[in-house]
């Protein structure tokens, strides 16, 4: 079972940037689709961005040309840069496959508030 590892949230003030990185400890995370999804209190999970294999992305509207989903295959990491960061960002954010099906990391807190 694959083991996801997120990192780089934390307090930001709107306007600002963050880059979040996701490490997978599975051997094979070069051919699956890769998604960054969130939750924020009450809300249900919703999906971020998500890369394939072949490197095409794909944004919910509201962070479209704000953020951008990269992957390193050689380093099984996957990455989310943060521009223009707004309050309704805030969120935990989780990464897994772009179907959900690895075990769920423990996230990393996003918090955008002046």
């Known amino acids: 079972q694959a083991q996801l590892v997120e990192s780089g949230g934390g307090l930001v003030q709107p306007g600002g940037s963050l880059r979040l990185s996701c490490a997978a400890s599975r051997g094979s995370f070069s051919i699956y689709a890769m998604t960054w999804y969130r939750q924020a209190p009450g809300n249900q999970r919703e999906l971020v961005a998500t890369?394939?294999?072949?490197?095409?992305?794909n944004y919910l509207d509201s962070v479209k040309c704000r953020f951008t989903i990269s992957r390193d295959n050689a380093k099984n990491t996957l990455y989310l840069q943060m521009n223009s960061l707004k309050p309704e960002d805030t969120a935990v954010y989780y990464c897994?496959?772009?179907?959900?099906?690895?075990?769920w990391g423990r996230g990393t807190q996003v918090t955008v508030s002046s």
């Open positions: 897994n496959t772009a179907t959900g099906s690895w075990a």
């Open positions: 890369i394939t294999n072949a490197g095409r992305t």
